[in-house]
C-alpha cells in the first residue's frame, strides 16, 4: 500500500522515518499527548519531541517511547516537523517562536497545525496545513485575501497563497494542492466532532509524511500522502465508534493501527 511503509530487515528506527514535534503549552500539553501517540500510532521510526518540561512529562507518561528536548536544544536530525497543535500563537513566547520558526526554515517538510499557522509563509520546505474552519478564514485574512464562499475555493486560495498542500477539515475533509488540485474526504463518522481529534489528525499526516519525506518534494504526491491520512484518520475513527457509541480523541489513535493492518491487506 502506498505510502504505508512496512519495515523490512534493512530497516531500523532512523531509516524508518523520524518526526520532529514542537506541540503543546502550559495552556493545552493534552494536544503534544495526542499527537505524539497518533503519530506512534501510525507507524513510525522515532518521535522527538521538543517542548516545555511540563508537556514533556505528560507525553512521557503516555508514551515513554518519545525522546524528549528542551525547546532551545538544537532541533535536527529529523526527517518531518509536526507544529502547532495545542499552542496558541497570541501566547507564543520567543524560544516557542524562535523554535517553530527554525523548524519551518529548515527546508524538511513540516505538517503545521493551529497555533503555529500564521508562521507558514516563511517556510522554505514542503508544507502540510491543517486548518479547521475559521482557523482557513483567520489564514485569508492575514493573506489580505478575500473569504470565498465556498470551503474548498477557501482552501484552494490558501493553497496557492501559502504554496501549502491545504487540509481544510470538516465533516467533509478538503484537501487541495497550490495548483487548485482537490481532493474530497468524507469523514466516515461524524463522532468525529469532539475535542483534540484534529490534533490525532496532525500526528497521523506527521508520520506519513516523515516516513516518506522524498515523496513530499512534489505536491501531488504530498497531497496524495495527506488524503490517505485523513481517510486513515476518519477509518479510525468509525472504528472507534462502531454502534455509534461516543468516542474520545484517544480512541481514535488507538484505532490506527488496526485500520492500517486492514489496508495492508487489502
Ligand atoms: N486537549 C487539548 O490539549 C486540546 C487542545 N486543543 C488546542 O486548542 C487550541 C485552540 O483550538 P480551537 O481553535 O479549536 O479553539 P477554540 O475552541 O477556542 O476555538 C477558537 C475559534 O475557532 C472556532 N472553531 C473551533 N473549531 C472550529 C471548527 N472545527 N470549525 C470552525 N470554527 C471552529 C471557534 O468557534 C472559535 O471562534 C489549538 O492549539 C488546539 O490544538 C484542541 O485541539 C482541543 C483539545
Ligand atoms: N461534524 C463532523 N463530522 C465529521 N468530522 C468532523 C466533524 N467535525 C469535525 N470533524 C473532524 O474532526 C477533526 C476536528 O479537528 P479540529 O477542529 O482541529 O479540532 P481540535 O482542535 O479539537 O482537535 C477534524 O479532522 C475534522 O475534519
Excluded at 528536548?69 to 507544529?83: F, I, K, Q, R
Excluded at 477557501?154 to 482537490?182: F, I, N, Y
Aim: aromatic share 2%; net charge negative.
Amino acid at each position: 500500500m502506498q505510502w504505508l511503509r512496512v519495515p523490512g530487515s534493512d530497516d531500523d528506527k532512523r531509516s524508518m522515518g523520524v518526526l520532529g514535534v514542537i506541540t503543546g503549552s502550559e495552556r493545552y500539553p493534552g494536544a503534544a499527548v495526542l499527537g505524539v501517540e497518533a503519530a506512534w500510532r501510525t507507524g513510525i521510526g522515532m518521535v522527538r519531541l521538543w517542548a516545555p518540561r511540563r508537556v514533556q512529562d505528560l507525553v512521557l507518561a503516555r508514551r515513554p517511547e518519545t525522546v524528549c528536548h528542551a525547546l532551545d536544544e538544537p532541533a535536527d536530525g529529523v526527517d518531518a516537523w509536526l507544529l502547532g497543535s495545542g499552542q496558541d500563537a497570541r501566547e507564543r513566547d520567543p524560544a516557542l517562536r524562535s523554535a517553530l520558526l527554525e523548524a519551518l526554515a529548515a527546508g524538511a517538510p513540516c505538517v503545521v497545525d493551529a497555533g503555529a499557522l500564521d508562521l507558514v509563509p516563511g517556510h522554505a520546505g514542503p508544507a502540510v496545513v491543517t486548518p479547521h474552519g475559521r482557523e482557513l478564514e483567520r489564514i485569508l485574512e492575514q493573506l489580505g485575501a478575500p473569504v470565498e464562499a465556498d470551503a474548498r475555493m477557501r482552501a484552494a486560495a490558501a493553497a496557492a497563497a501559502l504554496d501549502a498542500v491545504v487540509v481544510a477539515k470538516g465533516a467533509a475533509t478538503h484537501v487541495v494542492e497550490p495548483s487548485g488540485a482537490a481532493t474530497t474526504v468524507e469523514a466516515a463518522t461524524h463522532r468525529l466532532a469532539t475535542a483534540g481529534t484534529g490534533d490525532v489528525l496532525a500526528g497521523m499526516l506527521g508520520a506519513l509524511v516523515a516516513a516518506n519525506p522524498d515523496a513530499t518534494r512534489e505536491s501531488e504526491r504530498l497531497a496524495s500522502i495527506a488524503a490517505l491520512g485523513v481517510a486513515l484518520h476518519g477509518q479510525a475513527a468509525a472504528a472507534a465508534a462502531e454502534g455509534d457509541r461516543p468516542i474520545a480523541a484517544l480512541d481514535v489513535a488507538e484505532h490506527v493501527p488496526a485500520v492500517i493492518a486492514a489496508r495492508l491487506e487489502r
